[in-house]
């Protein structure tokens, strides 16, 4: 069964504070690897794709990597308004259907 | 560019009750995906409509059910309430593209409670 870890489950930060968010998977095939932010009370809003180890993706302050069995979610000076809770999912083999890790909930205080 | 659409936002149900959400997606993307988001069990996948059939289904007992319309608008059903229902139910879709990039575009949601 596929499986997406995401640690850690919360991470308190002062504003400015740089750190990364950790997604593990445990699949067979992997064919997309994504980061959606959700804020409280609202939709998972999509951030990034990565399909292959290596690869890299940047929008403002955050920036997403991808090895053969982890993705980070770097946040590089963090502001108040980067607070919500940032979710990895995967697809494997033949399936576009992901599956979600449980999240992790970041907070930045300012 | 409208967003996904939810509706009703919040609903309030007892058990043995049954229910029907409603999503419209953005224009022109003809999948539509439902989740259950839980503080337990996160996200996780009900069912997916392409062009008014059912294309994926999660791991969810029959009571769950959807249909989509002509104009790609969906509905899911839930008919005989259990307190475990409680959940934000959301609606995704996704344009053809988009399907093989993981490019989810959500609704809001709606919080149903059980009681």
């Known amino acids: 069964e596929d499986q997406v870890t995401q640690s850690p489950e919360a991470l308190r930060l002062q504003e400015g504070e740089s750190s990364s968010l950790n997604c593990s998977y445990t699949v067979s095939g992997l064919r997309g690897l994504f980061w959606y932010r959700q804020d409280p009370g609202k939709g998972p809003e999509f951030l990034f794709t990565l399909y292959s180890a290596g690869e890299e993706k940047e929008k403002e302050r955050l920036k997403a990597t991808l090895t053969k069995k982890e993705s980070f979610l770097h946040i590089t000076a963090p502001k108040p308004e980067d607070s919500a809770t940032y979710l990895c999912?995967?697809?494997?083999?033949?399936?576009?259907?992901?599956?979600f890790g449980r999240g992790t909930s970041l907070i930045v205080h300012p | 560019k409208a967003g996904v659409t939810q509706t009703p936002r919040y609903l309030i149900k007892t058990r043995g009750q049954q229910v029907t959400l409603s999503c419209s997606p953005i224009?022109?993307?003809?999948?539509v995906s439902w989740y259950q988001q839980t503080p337990g069990q996160g996200l996780q996948f009900l069912f997916e409509?392409?062009?008014?059939?059912?294309?994926n289904k999660g791991n969810f007992p029959g009571r769950f059910s959807g249909r989509q319309f002509s104009n790609s608008r969906s509905e899911m059903n839930v008919s005989t309430l259990e307190l475990g229902d409680s959940a934000l139910y959301l609606c995704a879709s996704s344009s053809d593209r988009g399907v093989n990039t993981g490019e989810l575009f959500f609704g809001e949601g709606s919080r149903l409670t059980v009681l």
């Open positions: 224009s022109g993307h003809r999948s």
């Open positions: 999912a995967v697809t494997t083999g033949g399936s576009y259907i992901p599956t």
């Open positions: 409509y392409f062009s008014e059939t059912q294309r």
